[in-house]
């Protein structure tokens, strides 16, 4: 017996890719891009590094599948947090800047894998479209939520004031992420509701959101 061979396990192609994906994953929070061979990644995932290359053409490849796998996550964090929210859209936009916000979201180890990764969006174009397609999708979910507020804003305008909310949200995950010590429970979510609605023009709190003035 080889020191590569495993003990045979009867288990599905998606639930190998699932793993290896995860152990990558867990290996780049652990110790960076560089803690993440294929040996290693074969050793946490339970296979050999031959099985790897069989799912993956390359270790690009599969750096590429885990940076999706990550930004899947994050952003369906975010949309789980709308399924049981009420229709009123003031309390659904809250919920989803709540959710961005906060715990899992906001985690030190998801950061370390974003940094691990995010790299390689300058000189990869693979990455850089998964970047893209992540961005884009976290994106218009919250333009979405934004043009269902009672206010009047163009299409220009909406897509306009969710790229700025997007980017604040962004700077308080970072620095949440980074620091989470140096915030009090509940401290991001406030202060990001409530730049939200000053970028905005609106009051949103609980209950329906009130204009502070016509957006046109």
């Known amino acids: 017996m080889t020191a590569d061979r495993r003990p045979y396990k009867r288990e599905s192609e998606e639930t190998r890719r699932d793993a290896m994906i995860s152990a990558a994953l867990d290996l780049v ?4 891009p560089q803690a993440a061979t294929v040996r290693a990644i074969a050793d946490r995932a339970g296979v050999t590094p031959g099985l790897i290359r069989h799912y993956f053409a390359t270790k690009d490849d599969l750096t590429r ?25 003031g309390a659904r936009l809250v919920a989803f ?13 998801r950061l370390g894998v974003w940094a691990g990764f995010i790299h390689a ?3 990869d174009d693979a990455m ?13 979910m919250l333009q979405s939520l934004i043009a269902a507020l009672p206010r009047k804003a163009d299409d220009a305008r909406l897509r306009a004031d969710a790229i700025a909310c997007n980017a604040v949200i962004d700077g308080l995950w970072l620095e ?32 329906p959101p009130t ?3 016509d957006q046109t």
């Not at 929070?29 to 960076?32: D, L, M, Q, T, W």
């Not at 959710?99 to 180890?109: I, M």
């Not at 850089?128 to 218009?140: F, N, P």
């Not at 509701?193 to 009051?203: C, E, F």
């Open 29 to 32: 929070a652990e110790g960076g």
């Open 65 to 89: 599948a885990a940076y999706l796998r990550l930004m899947d996550r994050m952003t369906g964090d975010n949309a789980e947090a709308l399924q049981d929210t009420p229709e009123d859209p």
């Open 97 to 109: 800047v709540t959710a961005s916000l906060r715990p899992p979201v906001v985690d030190p180890l």
């Open 121 to 123: 969006v300058r000189s």
């Open 128 to 140: 850089r479209a998964i970047h893209k397609q992540s961005y884009l999708a976290y994106r218009d």
């Open 176 to 207: 949440g992420s980074a620091l989470p010590e140096g915030f009090a429970p509940g401290e991001l979510e406030r202060i990001g509701i409530s730049a939200v609605a000053a970028i905005l023009g609106m009051t949103l709190t609980d209950t």
């Open 211 to 213: 204009p502070s003035g």
